[in-house]
């Protein structure tokens, strides 16, 4: 799972500039993101770990932050 969170962080931090932000900070509530990033996030989740993104998935508590993304990817390769 290590490996998922890098590469999530990597990706968020290209378009957040806040080096200090935490896995578990709330990225919705901080400002940082918007329906449009939001949706860069469903899309940057389904090509980079190949997985799809459900209807049910798509739910603000699943892209909240770095570790909530981290989980649904993991759940997305049967790895929890």
Do not use: C, H, P, W
């Amino acid at each position: 799972m290590e490996e998922i969170r890098t590469k999530v962080r990597e990706f968020v931090l290209k378009y957040v500039r806040d080096d200090d932000l935490g896995d578990n900070e709330n990225m919705f509530e901080l400002g940082y993101v918007n329906s449009l990033f939001a949706m860069q996030l469903v899309l940057f989740v389904e090509k980079e770990f190949g997985i799809t993104v459900n209807r049910s998935d798509l739910d603000f508590k699943n892209f909240r932050s770095i570790e909530a993304i981290t989980s649904l990817v993991a759940r997305g390769k049967g790895m929890l």
